[in-house]
């Protein structure tokens, strides 16, 4: 059998690249990814956070920031985000 | 004749390993952010701009001069706050850590 890879492997060999990150809500960050427990909750850099509303996307830059893993649905590694695809 | 000092490396221990600049783990953000300015955004949408006192591993927050944001706008001030962790969303660096 081919080498298998665990899901968090994948998303340790991330650490120092863009991810795009889909909460449970309709709420996205993308930004460079530091680092993540296992909680997966995950602290981003130069972070982009996208919330849509029915009034369209409300973006807000923040700095460093710990992402709260109970909320995390999806997360999609090497991409700048809702933007980007 | 050798009356030179011999060089200290057999008695000097070694040297400590670098220090760990960043290793950015969730648990060395926050060690770093304690003391900071931070902005704590609750599931709601609400934000709590504030310094932050301390926390555990619930992300249970005590904040000081915490000013609660409703759509930007501050629609309260409190001198320490708790927040309970289940409610928080994100904590975000305010300031330089």
Request: aromatic letters at 6%; one cysteine or more; glycine letters at 8%.
């Given at each position: 059998?081919?080498?298998?890879?665990?899901?968090?492997?994948?998303?340790?060999?991330c650490?120092?690249s863009?991810?795009?990150?889909i909460?449970?809500?309709?709420?996205?960050?993308?930004?460079?990814?530091?680092?993540?427990?296992?909680?997966?909750?995950?602290?981003?850099?130069?972070?982009?956070?996208?919330?849509?509303?029915?009034?369209?996307?409300?973006?807000?830059a923040?700095?460093?920031?710990?992402?709260?893993?109970?909320?995390?649905?999806?997360?999609?590694?090497?991409?700048?985000?809702?933007?980007?695809? | 004749?050798?009356?030179?000092?011999?060089?200290?490396?057999?008695?000097?221990?070694?040297?400590?390993?670098?220090?760990?600049?960043?290793?950015?783990?969730?648990?060395?953000?926050?060690?770093?952010?304690?003391?900071?300015?931070?902005?704590?955004?609750l599931t709601?949408?609400?934000?709590?701009?504030?310094?932050?006192?301390?926390?555990d591993?619930?992300?249970?927050?005590?904040?000081?001069?915490?000013?609660?944001?409703?759509?930007?706008?501050?629609?309260?001030?409190?001198?320490?706050?708790?927040?309970?962790?289940?409610?928080v969303?994100?904590?975000?660096?305010?300031?330089?850590?």
């Amino acid at each position: 059998m081919a080498s298998q890879i665990l899901p968090l492997e994948l998303i340790d060999r991330c650490i120092g690249s863009k991810i795009w990150v889909i909460m449970k809500s309709e709420r996205e960050f993308t930004g460079t990814l530091l680092g993540f427990d296992d909680y997966v909750n995950i602290v981003l850099e130069d972070v982009t956070e996208f919330e849509t509303t029915p009034q369209g996307v409300k973006k807000t830059a923040l700095a460093q920031t710990l992402l709260n893993g109970s909320n995390i649905a999806m997360l999609v590694p090497g991409s700048n985000g809702p933007e980007d695809s | 004749m050798d009356e030179s000092p011999r060089p200290p490396s057999d008695q000097s221990p070694p040297p400590p390993p670098p220090a760990q600049s960043h290793t950015g783990s969730p648990t060395d953000f926050l060690k770093g952010v304690v003391g900071k300015r931070v902005i704590v955004r609750l599931t709601s949408g609400v934000d709590y701009k504030g310094v932050l006192s301390c926390l555990d591993g619930f992300m249970n927050i005590a904040l000081e001069q915490t000013e609660e944001h409703v759509n930007g706008v501050i629609t309260n001030r409190y001198g320490d706050s708790f927040i309970r962790g289940n409610n928080v969303l994100y904590i975000s660096a305010a300031e330089e850590i």
